[in-house]
């Protein structure tokens, strides 16, 4: 695409209210929840309180119900709440300073300017920007300062007021996502590509578990609605509040999922790299050109150098 088209293709966006991320008419919007809140299976999970409901829930793999059921109860507390706000707060004008969420929010940015940034937080291994809690004086112990492991398992996703995440596909997992705090707006795509259906969006809240495998909604687009303060989203935008959303993730691998209906299907050559097909790396789709790349889910920060930072914050 040219520039001149991408300038037309945006303007003709602006008129017809179809701006970033999902590039949808209110109208759209209205068709898209529809068709999620009566999908089959539904890409949401909750309990069913009619015969309609049951039917959509039946068809979601046990498997997933499980990772969704040990994940019920989980929620973000007050205090790590407050102190993630104080983490992501943009700088006061007198004042240059900035937390530590907002900092990786500048550097990833920087790296990579075609979507607003999320954080991506593992909960086992090292990560990419570990070291900056050090240099900010939360943690004592030095710290490696290579980049982080990639594929954990199971990811915090701190994801700030309409900041989006590029389409991407979860490729062979099974896996949740799981809302622990604010809001979060996921859309589904029929394939990964510019020009892809979408199946429909939905809204998770705080308790609220949406899934993917690998035939059933792998393809998606994460967006945090919330107050974002002045200016539209879209490529190189930076949000100026402190609201955000926060997802709690899990990814198994084929192999992992022995409750899975593929089992009796041939395996992949164990000699054969498929990392976007595991956890380790997903595909997606470049924002500025629509064509496939592929991310190494190399992760920005690790719980306990989180959870450590978050502790020592004065709430004051
Ligand atoms: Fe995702």
Redesign the pocket.
């Known amino acids: 695409m040219t520039n001149h088209n991408l300038k037309h293709d945006e303007q003709e966006s602006e008129i017809h209210g179809k701006g970033y991320p999902f590039h949808i008419t209110q109208e759209e919007n209205q068709e898209l929840r529809q068709k999620a809140a009566s999908a089959i299976p539904s890409p949401v999970i909750s309990q069913a309180s009619s015969f309609d409901e049951y039917v959509q829930q039946l068809m979601i793999p046990p498997v997933v119900m499980d990772m969704a059921r040990k994940a019920e109860n989980m929620r973000l507390s007050p205090w790590e709440i407050a102190a993630m706000r104080k983490h992501l707060a943009p700088a006061k004008h007198h004042d240059k300073k900035i937390g530590l969420l907002r900092k990786i929010l500048h550097k990833k940015a920087k790296a990579d300017p075609s979507h607003p940034p999320y954080i991506r937080v593992a909960c086992t291994g090292k990560s990419h920007y570990d070291y900056l809690a050090e240099a900010d004086g939360h943690i004592h112990k030095p710290l490696h300062k290579k980049k982080g492991d990639v594929g954990s398992p199971v990811v915090l996703e701190i994801w700030p007021a309409q900041h989006y995440?590029p389409i991407?596909s979860?490729g062979e997992t099974t896996g949740i996502?799981f809302c622990l705090a604010g809001q979060l707006d996921v859309m589904l795509y029929g394939s990964l590509d510019g020009n892809a259906e979408k199946l429909g969006l939905t809204t998770l809240t705080p308790g609220q578990c949406a899934w993917?495998s690998k035939d059933t909604y792998p393809v998606?687009r994460?967006f945090c609605p919330l107050d974002g303060g002045e200016g539209k989203t879209g490529p190189g935008f930076i949000n100026s509040t402190e609201e955000f959303g926060a997802s709690f993730?899990v990814y198994l691998n084929e192999d992992e999922t022995p409750m899975m209906p593929h089992d009796e299907e041939e395996h992949h050559d164990d000699n054969e790299q498929h990392h976007s097909h595991s956890r380790n790396a997903?595909d997606f789709i470049k924002e500025e050109d629509s064509k496939k790349g592929t991310f190494k889910t190399h992760s920005d920060l690790s719980w306990h150098v989180l959870r450590r930072v978050l502790a020592e914050t004065d709430l004051t």
């Open positions: 995440s991407h979860h996502v993917l998606h994460v993730h997903f």
